[in-house]
Each structure stands twice: as C-alpha cells, then as structure tokens.
C-alpha cells in the first residue's frame, strides 16, 4: 500500500506546499468565474462522511468536486453503519477501495487519524473538535487576496480558544504572522500538537481590547461549537464582554479586516453592523471554501500541477 498525502491538520502542509495551494486556488477561481472547465478528476470519486452538521462544507466539495470532473457522495451517522458502530478502520478500508479521496467531519481528531490511518486514499479534515484545517486554508488565501502576503501581519483571535484558534495558531507558525488570542479565563487555546509557540507568533490575553490593537485582521466564531452544546448557557454567560462591536474593531488597524468561519450568531460573537460592515470580508471567505479546496484536492491527488 502506497503511503498516501492527508490534510488531518494545518501543519500537514510546508510553508510551500500552502503557498503553491494558494497560488493554484487564484487561477482555478479566475477560471472558474471565466467559464473555462477544467475537469483534471473526470471519473473520479470524493466520498465525504459528516458526522456533525454542515452548509459549507458540504456544498464546497461537493460542488467543487463537481467543477474538478469528478464526484462527491454524502455520508452520514444515522444512515450509514457507521451509526450503528461499524469501527473506523474498517470504514477507511472499504470507503479507499471504491472511493478516490475522503472527506470527513467528525468530534474526535483521533478517529481522523485511525481513518487516515487505514485509507489507501487522501484525506482530508472537515472539522474536527480539535482542528478545522480547511476554513484556515480559506481564511488565509481571503486575507492574501485582500491584502497580499500574511507574513509579518497581525491576526487577533477574540472568544473561544477552539477548533478555530488552533488551527490559527498552526497557520501563524507555517506562515510567519504573529496571532493575538483573547478568550475569557477557563477557555484558553490548549497546544496539543507539541508545537513551541514562541512569543514571535502567539501571545494570549483576557481583553479583547489588548488583543485587537495592530490587528491587520480580527476575526471570531461561534461561543458553542458544535458537540459542546451541554455547555451553551455557561458559555453565554463567560463571554460576556467578547463581542466583536464596531468599538473594539476601531482599536485596530484602521484598515482591519473583519471574518468568520460562519454560521454566525449577529448580537452575540459579533455586532451585526460589523458582519455586515464594509470591513467584512465573509462572503469572499465563505465562497473561497471551494477554491482552496479544490487547489487542495487537486494537491492531494495530482502533485504540483502548474498549467
Ligand atoms: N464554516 C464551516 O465549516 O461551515 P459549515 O459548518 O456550514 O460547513
Ligand atoms: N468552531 C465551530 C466552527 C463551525 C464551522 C464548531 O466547531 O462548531
């Protein structure tokens, strides 16, 4: 069995594999938006397993798949054997003999692992509870296209220390920017991969004030993500003060872009006079899901493509 390329985390990618995935997301958008088919995945199959709800995610594969020539069919817990226990391993087994690339948005990173473990194919992480690589992905090729390179620039992360924040954290190690974490006491960022953050790249705070200054970039997602919905009203109450407003946006850059991974909760995580704000950018960073991800598939499965 060939030893197959996975995105299960951000740090799966050097610093030039993520520069030519940007570089390649660039030209299959302006294709894409000329009309021009490119279909290097005719025959081709992605089968995507969710475990936990999506909007995004799902329509980005798949369409992109789509667009690539290829396929992508859905799985889920409840209509699948997965739901009833059928372990991971032999999930990865049979899915990588019939399917070309995986996708898969689960709870626990390990099971992303085990997958990737026993697949004869790529893939890829949806979202993890630990991990969300490829809105990361997207989130820095909507920051490069706004403003070019990320390197040097300052990102401030305000709420939660989740899924999100660390996979930011990865990204500002790869990529050479430096990132401002503010979350209440109790919800900071845990490193889980071992990683030394030095000051350089990472500094933490409990204001949201202090994290936002020089910030070339602000962005925040939801209070409760999904599998910690036990923890909603806790959680309520502890990010009291962490709203993204149009006060703490003008303490940084005046020129500061403003993103979310979305869903958002406007009155909530962020003012909707913020969202919907001329410095917000989600649109462009919901739409380049699929770019970044067919730059990404088509990495995964074809190399360095350069035509
Ligand atoms: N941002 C994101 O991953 O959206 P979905 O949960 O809708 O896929
Ligand atoms: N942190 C959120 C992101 C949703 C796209 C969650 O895991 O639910």
Redo the contacts with the bound molecule.
Sequence with gaps: MTQARHFLQFSDLSREALTHVFERAAILKRRRNAGELYRPLIGQVMTMIFEK??????VSFEAGMSQLGGHAMFLDSKTSQLGRGEPVEDTARVLSRMSDIIMIRTFDQQAVEALAANSRVPVING?TNEY?PC?ILADVFTFIEQKGSIAGKTVAWIGDGNNMARTWLQAAKILGFKLKVATPKGYEVAVLDGCDYGADCYEAFNDPKEAVKDADLVTTDVFTSMGFEAEAEARRQAFCGFMVSAELMALARSDALFMH???AHRGEEVAAEVIDGPQSVVWDEAENRMHVQKALIEYLLLGQVND
């Excluded at 709800?53 to 799902?58: I, M």
């Design positions: 709800n999506s909007t995004r995610t799902r979202l969300h809105q991974c979305l869903p």
